[in-house]
C-alpha cells in the first residue's frame, strides 16, 4: 500500500483526516506526532492515531530544536507581526514539516499531508516546507478536496465514523498550543466587535485574579539569547517554561489581535504568550543598550520583513538565512541582564545593564563634564541646516520675484 505522513495532533481536524485518507485514498497513513510542548498526553494521542485508522505513529520530541533554533532566531531578529503577535504558531510550523518530511523519506512514502484549512497561513507554512525540503513528495490537503464545510461538518463526521474529540458544538474554539504560545479562534472571536469570554483565556490570569502583589523577575542573555532567570542558568526548554509560569500567574502576555494573513483574509485571534512577552521585551531593553544607533535603527526595519517572512511561511528559504546572518553579527555584545517588574497584567522594566553598553553617565548626565564640548554642537546645527537655509533662500527669492513681476 502507497503510505502517506500526516502531521497529526489529535485534534478535530486531523482525527477525521485519518479515516478519510482510508476511504478516499486508499494509503496506509503514517500519524507524526511533534512534541513542540503542547502539554498533552502524547501516549493518549499515539493511542487514537491507532484507533482512528493509522498503520503507525511516530512521536518527535522537537521542544529544544524549536526553542533554540526557530523561537530564539525571531527573538534576537526582533521579528513581532503587526506590532503585536509574536509568532507562536508561524514559527512551530517550519520545524514540525521539517521532520513530517523527514520520517515520510524514512519511512519511502509517496505523500505527506496536513489538516490545515484552504483559507489560513498554515497550508502556505506547510506546504511551503514540503516544497523546499522534498518537493517529490505528493502534497494531500483534505480541506480543499473534501465536501466539510465548516467545524459543525466535522463533527458530524467524527460523531459518524465514532471518533472522540474535544471539540464540540458549545466549545467550538480552534486551539493551538506549544511551548510558546497558545492561539485562540472561531466562537465568539468572529466577530471583531465581540470581547474574548473569560472562558476563552485558557493559560494566563486574569489581571483581576492575579496577585494583589508585584513580582521581580530578572533575565539574562548571552549574545542576545536567554540563558538565565534571576542569576540561574537554564537550557532554552527549562527558561521558557519558568518564565510562562511567572508571567502567567501575573495576567502577562494576552493579546486580541485583528490580522492580515497571506492570502489576504483579515482574520481575529486572541494570543496568549506569557513567557515570550517578557523574553521579548527584556531582549529590546538590553539592545537600547548595546547596539549602535545606525545599527539599530536599521535593524528595525529587518525585525519587519523576518515576522513577515516568518508569518507566511517564507522559513527555509535564502533570504531567512541571509537575515540571520545580519541579526546574528549585530548580536555580539548583546549580552547583559534586565529587571522586570509584573503585576496585574502590567509589565515594566526597572532596569537594564550590560559590560557592553554604550550608554555613559558622563554623556547623558544635565552636567557638564569634559567629554562634550557643547560649542560643538552650534557647527553640528549649522551644517546640518545648511539644506534648509539654502531652500528657504531659493524661495525667498521667487517670493521676491513674483512680487516684481505682479508689480509691472
Same mark, same amino acid.
Given at each position: 500500500m502507497p503510505k502517506v505522513v500526516l502531521a497529526y495532533s489529535g485534534g478535530l481536524d486531523t482525527s477525521i483526516i485519518i479515516p478519510w485518507l482510508n476511504e478516499n485514498y486508499g494509503m496506509d497513513v503514517i500519524a507524526m506526532i511533534a512534541d513542540v510542548g503542547q502539554g498533552e498526553d502524547l501516549d493518549a494521542v499515539v493511542k487514537k492515531a491507532y484507533a482512528?485508522?493509522?498503520k503507525k505513529a511516530v512521536v518527535r520530541d522537537l521542544r529544544g530544536e524549536f526553542v533554540r533554533d526557530y523561537v530564539f532566531p525571531t527573538v534576537k531578529a526582533g521579528a513581532v507581526y503587526e506590532n503585536k503577535y509574536l509568532l507562536g504558531t508561524s514559527i512551530a510550523r517550519p520545524v514540525i514539516a521539517k521532520h513530517q518530511v523527514e520520517v515520510a523519506l524514512e519511512e519511502g512514502a509517496e505523500a505527506v499531508a496536513h489538516g490545515c484549512t484552504g483559507k489560513g497561513n498554515d497550508q502556505v507554512r506547510f506546504e511551503h516546507a514540503y516544497q523546499a525540503l522534498a518537493p517529490e513528495l505528493q502534497v494531500i490537503a483534505p480541506w480543499r478536496e473534501w465536501t466539510l464545510k465548516s467545524r459543525e461538518d466535522c463533527l458530524d463526521y467524527a460523531e459518524a465514523h465514532g471518533?472522540?474529540? *474535544? *471539540?464540540?458544538?458549545?466549545?467550538?474554539?480552534? !486551539?493551538? !498550543?506549544?511551548?510558546?504560545h497558545i492561539s485562540h479562534e472561531g466562537g465568539e472571536l468572529e466577530d471583531a466587535n465581540n470581547p474574548p469570554l473569560p472562558t476563552t483565556w485558557v493559560w494566563t490570569k486574569s489581571p483581576q485574579e492575579a496577585p494583589d502583589r508585584e513580582e521581580q523577575v530578572e533575565i539574562g542573555f548571552l549574545r542576545g539569547v536567554p540563558v538565565s532567570v534571576d542569576g540561574m542558568k537554564l537550557e532554552p526548554v527549562q527558561l521558557v517554561e519558568l518564565l510562562n509560569e511567572i508571567a502567567a500567574r501575573n495576567g502577562v502576555g494576552r493579546i486580541d489581535l485583528v490580522?492580515?494573513?497571506f492570502v489576504g483574509i483579515k482574520s481575529r485571534g486572541a494570543y496568549e504568550t506569557p513567557g515570550g512577552t %517578557?523574553?521579548?521585551?527584556?531582549?529590546?531593553?538590553?539592545?537600547?543598550?548595546? %547596539?549602535?544607533r545606525e545599527v539599530s535603527h536599521y535593524k528595525q526595519h529587518i525585525g519587519l520583513r523576518y515576522a513577515d517572512l516568518v508569518y507566511n511561511g517564507l522559513w527555509f528559504t535564502p533570504l531567512?538565512?541571509?537575515?540571520?546572518?545580519?541579526?546574528?553579527?549585530?548580536?555580539?555584545n548583546v549580552t547583559g541582564s534586565v529587571k522586570l517588574s509584573l503585576y496585574k497584567g502590567n509589565l515594566s522594566v526597572m532596569g537594564r545593564r550590560s559590560e557592553y553598553s554604550l550608554y555613559s553617565d558622563d554623556l547623558s548626565s544635565f552636567t557638564m563634564g569634559e567629554s562634550y564640548d557643547q560649542k560643538d554642537a552650534k557647527g553640528f546645527i549649522r551644517i546640518l541646516g545648511l539644506p534648509a537655509r539654502t531652500r528657504a533662500r531659493l524661495l525667498g527669492k521667487e517670493k521676491t520675484k513674483g512680487k516684481k513681476e505682479a508689480l509691472k
Amino acid at each position: 500500500m502507497p503510505k502517506v505522513v500526516l502531521a497529526y495532533s489529535g485534534g478535530l481536524d486531523t482525527s477525521i483526516i485519518i479515516p478519510w485518507l482510508n476511504e478516499n485514498y486508499g494509503m496506509d497513513v503514517i500519524a507524526m506526532i511533534a512534541d513542540v510542548g503542547q502539554g498533552e498526553d502524547l501516549d493518549a494521542v499515539v493511542k487514537k492515531a491507532y484507533a482512528t485508522g493509522a498503520k503507525k505513529a511516530v512521536v518527535r520530541d522537537l521542544r529544544g530544536e524549536f526553542v533554540r533554533d526557530y523561537v530564539f532566531p525571531t527573538v534576537k531578529a526582533g521579528a513581532v507581526y503587526e506590532n503585536k503577535y509574536l509568532l507562536g504558531t508561524s514559527i512551530a510550523r517550519p520545524v514540525i514539516a521539517k521532520h513530517q518530511v523527514e520520517v515520510a523519506l524514512e519511512e519511502g512514502a509517496e505523500a505527506v499531508a496536513h489538516g490545515c484549512t484552504g483559507k489560513g497561513n498554515d497550508q502556505v507554512r506547510f506546504e511551503h516546507a514540503y516544497q523546499a525540503l522534498a518537493p517529490e513528495l505528493q502534497v494531500i490537503a483534505p480541506w480543499r478536496e473534501w465536501t466539510l464545510k465548516s467545524r459543525e461538518d466535522c463533527l458530524d463526521y467524527a460523531e459518524a465514523h465514532g471518533i472522540p474529540v *474535544a *471539540a464540540s458544538r458549545q466549545k467550538i474554539h480552534s !486551539r493551538d !498550543r506549544n511551548l510558546w504560545h497558545i492561539s485562540h479562534e472561531g466562537g465568539e472571536l468572529e466577530d471583531a466587535n465581540n470581547p474574548p469570554l473569560p472562558t476563552t483565556w485558557v493559560w494566563t490570569k486574569s489581571p483581576q485574579e492575579a496577585p494583589d502583589r508585584e513580582e521581580q523577575v530578572e533575565i539574562g542573555f548571552l549574545r542576545g539569547v536567554p540563558v538565565s532567570v534571576d542569576g540561574m542558568k537554564l537550557e532554552p526548554v527549562q527558561l521558557v517554561e519558568l518564565l510562562n509560569e511567572i508571567a502567567a500567574r501575573n495576567g502577562v502576555g494576552r493579546i486580541d489581535l485583528v490580522e492580515n494573513r497571506f492570502v489576504g483574509i483579515k482574520s481575529r485571534g486572541a494570543y496568549e504568550t506569557p513567557g515570550g512577552t %517578557l523574553i521579548v521585551a527584556a531582549h529590546r531593553e538590553l539592545e537600547a543598550l548595546t %547596539l549602535d544607533r545606525e545599527v539599530s535603527h536599521y535593524k528595525q526595519h529587518i525585525g519587519l520583513r523576518y515576522a513577515d517572512l516568518v508569518y507566511n511561511g517564507l522559513w527555509f528559504t535564502p533570504l531567512r538565512e541571509a537575515f540571520d546572518a545580519f541579526v546574528e553579527n549585530t548580536q555580539q555584545n548583546v549580552t547583559g541582564s534586565v529587571k522586570l517588574s509584573l503585576y496585574k497584567g502590567n509589565l515594566s522594566v526597572m532596569g537594564r545593564r550590560s559590560e557592553y553598553s554604550l550608554y555613559s553617565d558622563d554623556l547623558s548626565s544635565f552636567t557638564m563634564g569634559e567629554s562634550y564640548d557643547q560649542k560643538d554642537a552650534k557647527g553640528f546645527i549649522r551644517i546640518l541646516g545648511l539644506p534648509a537655509r539654502t531652500r528657504a533662500r531659493l524661495l525667498g527669492k521667487e517670493k521676491t520675484k513674483g512680487k516684481k513681476e505682479a508689480l509691472k
